[in-house]
């Protein structure tokens, strides 16, 4: 049976200027993840909510690392599974009444990973109930926790690997949804190649210099609307954001930002339609049959990842 691949760019935020200064720390970075990504590391996330008669319920799932490997053959990448148990209600007959009745039951869905840490890439595959976005969510948990202790706390951003979406592309959609009673505009320092890097170390240039001079990890500009109009996408207040993306540095393009998850726009028409950069197609590969070990799965997605990257070049 063929599966599908998806890829997950992971972002270094919290001492994402550490490594603008010192590519050393971006290697110090990609050890310590090699070594501390374990067994057993694990995360619960409570959801809260009502029943179709009103009943408040507390549900609970946890995300787990499990089958953990380290290739010696494939330096600083590692391969394993992510475990995700939960209470799911099947349905149930009541021989007694006729009636269906809802039955609370554990379940466990296992997803495949390979993450190329010096690549910053995570190739991976879904299930029924562990979709890709519940992916990035859980592997950010898991690698926040597996990084942090009591000295220090680190912090990484994972975002699904989609078609770059050009700045004309992005304004032409959000005109197109009529009239946009919010816009909302989010950047992240961007996680550099080597070229990159360089060039930052080179010359951060206006907008990475004013984010590290403000120790800035994350920007969130909202701008909501109750005018019968709507937001003016040509004004010059909100066109000035928008044209942000495409200046976060010189040499990185807004298709490259969106990309790789150092952009992201959301925006709501009066009707309540919206439109996300988040909604751009995935970049997915697929292969014929799963590999019958984690060695040759890793191996496979190695190849994947590596023709992935010159793709772009």
């Known amino acids: 049976m063929s599966i599908t691949l998806y890829f997950s760019k992971v972002n270094i935020n919290s001492h994402i200027y550490d490594v603008y200064e010192d590519k050393k720390v971006f290697d110090g970075i990609v050890k310590d993840l090699s070594i501390k990504i374990k067994d057993n590391i694990s995360i619960e996330n409570e959801v809260t909510g009502f029943d179709s008669e009103g ?9 787990k690392f499990y089958s953990i490997e380290k290739l010696n053959e494939l330096p600083f990448t590692i391969t394993g599974r992510v475990l995700k148990k939960m209470t799911i209600f099947i349905n149930d007959l009541n021989e007694e009444t006729g009636e269906i ?37 859980a592997f950010k948990g898991l690698i926040n926790k597996s990084m942090s202790d009591e000295k220090e706390e680190y912090y990484f951003e994972v975002s699904l690997w989609r078609e770059g979406l050009k700045l004309d592309e992005i304004k032409n959609q959000l005109k197109k949804i009529g009239k946009l009673v919010s816009l909302r505009i989010e950047v992240i320092p961007p996680n550099p190649d080597d070229d990159l890097l360089n060039n930052i170390q080179d010359n951060g240039e206006e ?27 040509d004004s010059n207040l909100i066109d000035k954001e928008l044209n942000q993306i495409g200046k976060i540095h010189s040499t990185l393009s807004s298709e490259e930002a969106t990309r790789k998850g150092y952009v992201s726009i959301d925006a709501v028409n009066n009707n309540g339609r919206s439109y996300t950069t988040d909604n751009s197609k995935p970049v997915k590969d697929r292969l014929e049959s799963k590999p019958p070990t984690q060695q040759k799965f890793a191996k496979i997605c190695k190849r994947k990842i590596n023709a992935l990257i010159n793709s772009f070049l």
């Not at 009943?55 to 995300?63: G, L």
């Open 207 to 233: 907008f990475i210099n004013d984010f590290k001079e403000g120790n800035v990890t994350h920007r969130s500009i909202l701008f909501d609307s109750t005018a019968p109009e709507g937001l003016n996408i």
């Open 55 to 63: 009943n408040e319920y507390h549900r609970s799932t946890t995300y």
């Open 101 to 137: 009745i809802k039955r609370p039951t554990e379940n466990t869905e296992v997803i495949d990973f390979f993450y190329d840490i010096s690549k910053e890439i995570v190739a991976f595959h879904t299930s029924n109930r562990f979709g890709y976005a519940d992916f990035n969510e």
